[in-house]
């Protein structure tokens, strides 16, 4: 089933996502759901408050990047795809670069955020199990970004002041439709 991705101005986006007590059936077809969601939309990741839900589940595919040379630089996708992260939590960082981000909730606006470029995170696997990855790049920045909507943190908070009223126009279009 596909999901309507929400956009800015939806309150759900705002709210910080529940943890996952234990991998049920129930979760497992919602980690499906968004991934054929994610793919429908032509995104990389897709976070389960885009969708209207709380639970603290996101879903990623960045393989487009690692095979078009780009920010993969032609290498090797780290992690197996699509992956899904279930309680995610950031244990380490190292390093910082800026880059230009797009989102599912704000189509057609792309935005500078700084990060870290280098994370590892723990999470519980679609399985039940604890797994962790450390990672960079494209793959560390689309997974803190889905990170930020569980924490009810959206693209527009990365927004310079200058960038919001140049966007002002756009993000109240957004608004309206939701």
Same mark, same amino acid.
């Given at each position: 089933?596909?999901?309507k991705v929400l956009t800015y101005g939806s309150e759900v986006l705002r709210e910080k996502a529940k943890p996952v007590e234990k991998v049920t059936d129930?979760?497992?077809?919602?980690?499906?759901?968004?991934?054929?969601?994610?793919?429908?939309?032509?995104?990389v990741g897709l976070a389960a408050e885009q969708i209207g839900r709380t639970e603290s589940v996101c879903v990623l595919d960045v393989t487009p990047a690692?095979?078009?040379?780009?920010?993969?630089?032609?290498? &090797?996708?780290?992690? %197996?795809?699509?992956?899904?992260?279930?309680? %995610?939590?950031?244990?380490?960082?190292?390093?910082?670069?800026?880059?230009?981000?797009?989102?599912?909730?704000? &189509?057609?606006?792309?935005? %500078?955020?700084?990060? &870290?470029?280098?994370?590892?995170?723990?999470?519980?696997?679609?399985?039940?199990?604890?797994?962790?990855?450390?990672?960079?790049?494209?793959?560390?920045?689309?997974?803190?970004?889905?990170?930020?909507?569980?924490?009810?943190?959206?693209?527009?908070?990365?927004?310079?002041?200058? *960038?919001?009223?140049?966007?002002?126009?756009?993000?109240?279009?957004? *608004?309206?439709?939701?």
């Amino acid at each position: 089933m596909n999901y309507k991705v929400l956009t800015y101005g939806s309150e759900v986006l705002r709210e910080k996502a529940k943890p996952v007590e234990k991998v049920t059936d129930d979760i497992r077809q919602l980690a499906k759901d968004m991934i054929s969601t994610m793919y429908a939309s032509n995104g990389v990741g897709l976070a389960a408050e885009q969708i209207g839900r709380t639970e603290s589940v996101c879903v990623l595919d960045v393989t487009p990047a690692y095979g078009d040379g780009a920010e993969g630089e032609g290498k &090797p996708c780290p992690a %197996p795809m699509p992956l899904v992260l279930i309680n %995610p939590e950031i244990t380490e960082t190292e390093g910082e670069c800026v880059a230009e981000e797009g989102c599912l909730s704000f &189509p057609d606006i792309f935005v %500078p955020v700084k990060r &870290p470029e280098r994370i590892v995170v723990k999470y519980m696997s679609i399985e039940g199990e604890d797994a962790s990855i450390d990672t960079d790049g494209f793959l560390a920045r689309a997974i803190q970004h889905e990170m930020d909507h569980l924490n009810g943190v959206l693209l527009y908070d990365h927004m310079s002041a200058v *960038k919001r009223v140049a966007l002002a126009g756009k993000l109240r279009r957004l *608004k309206k439709q939701d």
